[in-house]
C-alpha cells in the first residue's frame, strides 16, 4: 500500500533560508538549552531511581518522555552533523537510561520509584505508554545515527515486555494507552529491528481503542463520553469519523494508525485516516496548520470553531499533523496531504519556537491583543521552559528532521515535496530562496534513470517549468509533474511558482472569521504586528483589491519578505463603553510578516484575521 | 447618606405590557414550577434533617439558598397578592425550616446531618453563610407579608449565633464568606428587626474580607492569588478598584458594601462602590446588562474583553447587578445608576426565563449558531432546572420585586426612576406602554406638596414634557427633572420620549464588537433570531444609514415591537475551509426582535451585534 518512505536525515542537506537556519539553531541552541533544563528540573537524575515512598512526586509523569524526545533530537543532530563530543554525552544519557530498565524490562522512573503499586493501573491518566513510545522512537534514532545497539535492544525488551502484558490472553491487560504514541514508535521500531511482532503491538493498541466493553471505563466507572472523546477511545477507531478530542493525542494515534494501514494493507484502516484527515482539513483547522480550538482538554470542538484569541493550537499538535501529513503523504503520493504538511510546517509548526531557539510557545495564538483571554492563562510571549514542557522538547527532536519533509524517495522515483535549497544525497542540487520566493532551480548531478515527482503547491495558480532551458508542458496529476527520463550529469530543471500575495477568506460558518481576511503568499501565512502598525490592529481594515508592496521585514532575518498595503484605521470619538457615535476611518499603511516570526521583536499585539473592507 | 428608599412591594401594581405579566407568571408558574422541583429533588424533605452519614451526599451543600429563594418568592407574592391557599402552604414551609434550627441557633442541612464536623471549617467553598443570608432574606421577606415573626424571630437567632462565632475576639473564627450575599441579607434583617448589631455585623464580613493575613489562605495554603480573586478575597474591599472574579459573588458583596456604607455613612466605602461600579460599566458590562464574561470560574475577565459567544453572563449576576444599581441609586439618585440599572432589568435579567416561566438560563449568550462553543458545555435553551438551581429560585424572589425598581421614596420626594404604567400607593398613576413606546401619562389622585422626580433615560436624545398640558421647560440634573409644588388632583404630566432605533457600536478595545454594531430601541437592546432570518445571522450586514421599520413581532406578546429594515447577505461560493474567492453579497432585509424574548419561539441562531456595512 505504502508508495513512498522518507529519506534518512542524514541524506538531506539544506541551505534554504527559513529550515536550515532553525535545524541550525536546534543544533546549537535549542539541544544544548533543553539538556540543561533537564539537569536542572532533575529529569535526568531521575533516571538514577533515586526517588522512593515519601519523597514528593515528581511534579508530573511523564519526564521520562522529554529526555527520551531531548535525546532522539541529539541523536538527530549527530545524524546530521557527526561530533564527537555530543556523541560520548549521548552515550552517557543513553547508559544512563539504559541502567534504569528493570529486570523484566520495564522502565518508567515514576511507576519504579515512588509509584511502584500504580503500575499499569491508570492507563487513562497515567502516561507510561506514552513515554515508553518516545524512549522506543528515541532508540531508533540513536540507532539510525551511532549504529549501536545498546538503547535498540533495550527499548526492544521493553517492548517485548509491553506485549507480554497487553492483549486479550490470560493474565492480560486488554488495555491501551491514554496518550497515543506509542503505536507510531512500535512501527518504528518494528522497522529498525526487523520484528514485526512491534507491528502486531502496534496493530493491538490501535484496533483494541474505543472497543466495547471499553477499557477506561473499566478504569474509572464515572467517565463521561467526553473524557472517553478526549483520548479518542469512544468509540473503535474504525468508526470515528470527527477529529476529536485531545489534539496533539489524536494526530499521534492517527499517525499510529496510517502505519499500521501500510504495514498491514489495511484498506479499511487506512479509510479512517482519510476520514479524519477531512475532519480536520475541511472544518478543524487553523490557516496556520493549527489544530485544537480550545484549551479546555486541549482539544478539536466542534466544525467551523476556529476563534483567533481563544485558540489552543498546540504546537506539539502541529508538530503531529505534520508527521500525520508525511504518512498519509507517503501513502499516497497525493499532494493534497503535502499542501497541508507544507502549510503546516512554515507556519503554526515553526510558531511555537523563537528564532534563537530557546523561547517557545505552548499555545500558538492567531490574534493578540490587551483584551485576549482564553478560559485560563496563556502565554502571550515565548517562554523558555513549562512545567509540562513537552513542546520545547519535541522540537529538539523535530527540526533536525526537517529535511526529511522536503523529499519523497519511491521505487525508481524520486520526489520534491517542499523545494528548499539543499541537497539529496542520491545526487539533486536545489537552490533558490524558497519559500521567500518561487524561482527554483533543480540540478542533476549524477546520470540515472528514474522517476522525478515535482510537486506543484496546491497555493500556486501559476507556474512555469523549462527542462535544459526548453519549456516543459507535462501537467501535475494529483500535485505532482513526474517526469521519467534518463537523467544526465547538469541536468537542470527551472520552476517558477508564481507567488502573488493571496487574501484568503474562511469558509462563512467560521463566525470569528467572518467579514475578515488573511494574507497569504506561497505557502507562507501572514501575521501584522503592532511592533510594526501600532496598538491598533484590532481597529485596521484592509481593501482586499490593491496593489499589495513586498518589502524587506525590518528586523527578521535577511531575505523575510513583508508584506505592505493600504488600510483604513478606524476611530472612536469617545471612552464610552457603547455609544451610538459610529466610528471615523482614516488613510494609513500596514505591514504583514510570516506569521510563524511573530513575537521576535519583544512583546507585540498581533493578528492573523484582519477586517477586509468592502 | 442615603437619599432615597424603595418602595415596599405591595404598594406599587403595575399594568404595563413588559413587567406586569412577568410578575403574573412569577406568581402563576414560576414559583408553583421551583415548589414542585423542591419537593422532588427532596430540598423541602432535607429540612427534616433526616440524612445521616453513610447516605450520599446530596449533589451540592446550598439546597437550603434555593428553597430560602422560593420561600422570598413566596412571601414577596402573597405580599402582593394577598392569597389564604398560598399563605398556608408557606406557614407549612416556614415551620419545616425552623424546626431544622439546633438549639444554639444554627441552621444548615447539610451541616447539622452528613457533615456535622464540618461546620464552619470550609468558608471558602461551602455556602453555610450565603444560605444563612438567603434564610435571612426570605425571613424579612415572610414578616413584610403577613407580620409574623416566627421566621424573622428564628433567623435573627441564627444571626446573634453567626456574631457570636465570628469575629476578632478569643475563640472567634475571624473569617467572612466564600461566596457573599450575607452582608446584604444581614442588613435586611437589621432593618426588618431594628437591631443594629446585625449592621455591625454585616460591616464585620465586609470589612475583615481580604485583609492580611488572609483567612482562606489560612483555611487552604495553596491557593493561588486568582482563587482569592473570584472570591473577591485578594485585597481589602476598600483597595479593590477592579470588578474581580465570581460575578454574582461580587455583585452580592458589592450591594452589601452599598448597604454598610450607607448605614455608617462610609465615604471611604462608598467610594470603593463607586470604583467597583465604574469597573464594571465602563469596561467589562455586556449591552444586554450581562456580566461575567467567562464559564471558568463563572467570572469577570479583563477590561474590554467582552466575546459574544462565550460569554457567560449568569442570569444571577444581571439580578445581582440590579440590586447593586438599586442601591447606588438610593444613595446618591444619581441617573446613571438608574440607567444601568434599565438596562440590566429589560434586557439580560429578564433573558434569564422564559415568557412561559418555567425554562431558564443559567448562561446568557449574545450569539447562538452551530459553532457557539464555550469552554464547556452551555445550554442554547431555556432549561426547566439545573443541578445547581440558584437561577431559576433567583426569579422565584426577583420577579415579585419588579415594581420596586419603578420607583424610589424619598423625604417629601417621590421619584419614577422607571415609568411603567401602573399605581403607586401614594397616589400616583402612570399610563402607556412604556417600554414599547415612549408616551406616558402620570396622573396625580391626591393632594399633596412634593417634590416629584422623573428620569428622563440616559438613551434618550429628545423629550417633550407637559404639566396639564403646557410644555414644562424644566431640565434634568443628574437625570431627573424635579418638580416641586403642590400637586392637586388631576394634575397631569404628559412625557413623550423619543425612541428611534439607535444603531450602537461598542469602544475599540472590545476586539469582538469592530466591525459590529447593536440595534437598540428605548431601553430595549435586540437580537435576530434565525427563526426570523433563516440560519445565515453571522453572513449579514446591516447597514447603520437606514429608515428601520417598527413591525409587530411575529409570534411574540402583542405589542412587541420589532425592527425591519434592509441588509446585505454574504455568500460563499464553495465548501473549502479556506479560499481565496471573496463572498458575494446580496440585498435582503431583516428582523430583530427584543433580546430579553429570544429563544421563546422554539431553538434558534441569535446575535446581538451584527457586522455593520460601512
Known amino acids: 500500500m505504502k508508495k513512498y518512505h522518507s529519506p534518512r536525515v542524514a541524506d538531506v542537506k539544506l541551505n534554504d533560508p527559513v529550515f536550515a537556519p532553525r535545524i541550525d539553531t536546534a543544533i546549537r541552541k535549542t539541544i544544548p538549552a533543553c539538556i540543561r533544563k533537564c539537569h536542572e528540573t532533575g529529569r535526568f537524575e531521575a533516571f538514577k531511581l533515586n526517588r522512593y515512598e515519601g519523597m514528593p512526586k515528581l511534579p508530573h509523569f511523564f519526564w521520562d518522555s522529554d529526555v527520551a524526545k531531548v535525546i532522539e533530537g541529539m541523536a538527530l543532530a549527530l545524524e546530521l552533523r557527526p561530533c564527537a563530543e555530543l556523541e560520548a554525552e549521548l552515550e552517557k544519557y543513553v547508559e544512563l537510561i539504559i541502567s534504569a530498565q528493570q529486570p523484566d524490562g520495564y522502565l518508567n522512573i515514576v511507576f519504579t520509584t515512588q509509584q511502584k503499586d500504580q503500575r499499569w493501573k491508570n492507563l487513562f491518566d497515567h502516561h507510561e505508554l506514552y513515554c515508553a513510545g518516545h524512549l522506543m522512537e528515541a532508540a531508533v534514532a540513536h540507532f539510525n545515527a551511532t549504529g549501536r545497539r545498546n538503547f535498540l535492544d533495550c527499548m526492544s525488551r521493553y517492548a517485548d515486555y509491553i506485549a507480554s502484558v497487553f492483549g486479550h490472553g490470560k493474565n492480560r491487560i486488554p488495555g491501551y494507552p491514554g496518550h497515543e504514541e506509542i503505536e507510531l514508535a512500535l512501527c518504528k521500531l518494528a522497522q529498525a529491528t526487523g520484528n514485526r511482532a512491534y507491528f502486531e503491538l502496534a496493530a493491538y493498541f490501535v484496533n483494541e481503542r474505543g472497543q466495547d466493553p471499553n477499557y477506561f471505563r473499566q478504569e474509572h466507572p464515572r467517565l463521561a463520553e467526553q473524557d472517553l472523546k478526549n483520548r479518542q477511545a469512544h468509540k473503535p477507531v474504525r468508526e470515528q469519523t470527527d477529529a476529536d478530542?485531545?489534539?496533539?493525542?489524536?494526530?499521534?494515534?492517527?499517525s499510529g494508525m496510517a502505519d499500521v494501514a501500510a504495514e498491514f494493507n489495511d484498506a479499511e484502516l487506512f479509510k479512517a485516516c482519510e476520514n479524519l484527515w477531512q475532519s480536520i482539513v475541511n472544518h478543524r483547522l487553523y490557516v496556520t496548520g493549527g489544530i485544537g480550538s480550545t484549551q479546555a482538554g486541549e482539544a478539536f470542538t466542534v466544525d467551523y470553531h476556529l476563534p483567533n484569541d481563544s485558540v489552543y493550537a498546540e504546537s506539539c499538535a502541529a508538530i503531529g499533523l505534520v508527521f500525520f501529513a508525511r504518512r498519509m503523504l507517503n501513502l499516497t503520493g497525493d499532494g493534497r496531504y503535502a499542501d497541508v504538511m507544507e502549510q503546516t510546517l512554515y507556519n503554526g509548526a515553526l510558531s511555537g519556537i523563537s528564532l534563537d531557539g530557546e523561547h517557545f510557545f505552548y499555545a500558538n495564538l492567531l490574534e493578540v491583543n490587551d483584551n485576549t483571554f482564553s478560559h485560563g492563562y496563556i502565554d502571550k510571549t515565548r517562554q523558555e521552559w513549562f512545567n509540562c514542557?513537552?513542546?520545547?522538547?519535541?522540537?529538539?527532536?523535530?527540526?533536525?528532521?526537517?529535511?526529511?519533509?522536503?523529499?519523497?524517495?519511491?521505487?525508481?522515483?524520486i520526489r520534491l515535496d517542499i523545494p528548499a535549497a539543499g541537497t539529496l544525497a542520491n545526487g539533486i542540487e536545489v537552490s533558490g530562496d524558497y519559500p521567500c520566493n518561487g524561482n527554483i532551480r533543480i540540478r542533476f548531478t549524477e546520470h540515472g534513470t528514474f522517476k522525478f515527482g515535482l510537486r506543484i503547491p496546491g497555493w500556486c495558480e501559476h507556474y512555469e517549468l523549462k527542462l535544459n532551458g526548453a519549456p516543459c508542458l507535462a501537467k501535475p496529476s494529483a500535485g505532482y509533474i513526474t517526469l521519467d527520463r534518463e537523467w544526465q550529469t547538469g541536468d537542470e530543471l527551472a520552476l517558477e511558482l508564481s507567488m502573488p500575495v493571496r487574501p484568503l477568506y474562511a469558509h462563512g460558518k467560521v463566525t470569528s472569521n467572518n467579514g475578515r481576511l488573511a494574507l497569504a503568499r506561497g505557502p507562507l501565512v501572514y501575521a501584522l504586528e503592532s511592533v510594526d502598525n501600532g496598538r491598533i490592529i484590532p481597529q485596521l481594515l484592509i481593501p482586499a483589491e490593491q496593489e499589495f508592496t513586498l518589502t524587506e521585514a525590518p528586523g527578521l532575518p535577511p531575505g523575510t519578505v513583508a508584506i505592505s498595503g493600504r488600510a483604513l484605521k478606524e476611530e472612536f470619538g469617545n471612552e464610552s463603553l457603547y455609544s451610538t457615535a459610529a466610528p471615523t476611518c482614516s488613510e494609513c499603511t500596514f505591514t504583514a510578516i510570516p506569521y510563524a516570526l511573530w513575537q521576535n521583536r519583544g512583546a507585540s499585539d498581533m493578528a492573523v484575521w484582519i477586517r477586509a473592507c468592502r
Not at 389 to 413: D, I, K, M, V
Open 245 to 254: 478530542g485531545h489534539a496533539v493525542r489524536a494526530v499521534y494515534l492517527y
Open 389 to 413: 514542557s513537552c513542546c520545547p522538547t519535541n522540537y529538539c527532536r523535530f527540526l533536525p528532521q526537517l529535511g526529511t519533509f522536503a523529499w519523497s524517495l519511491g521505487e525508481h522515483e
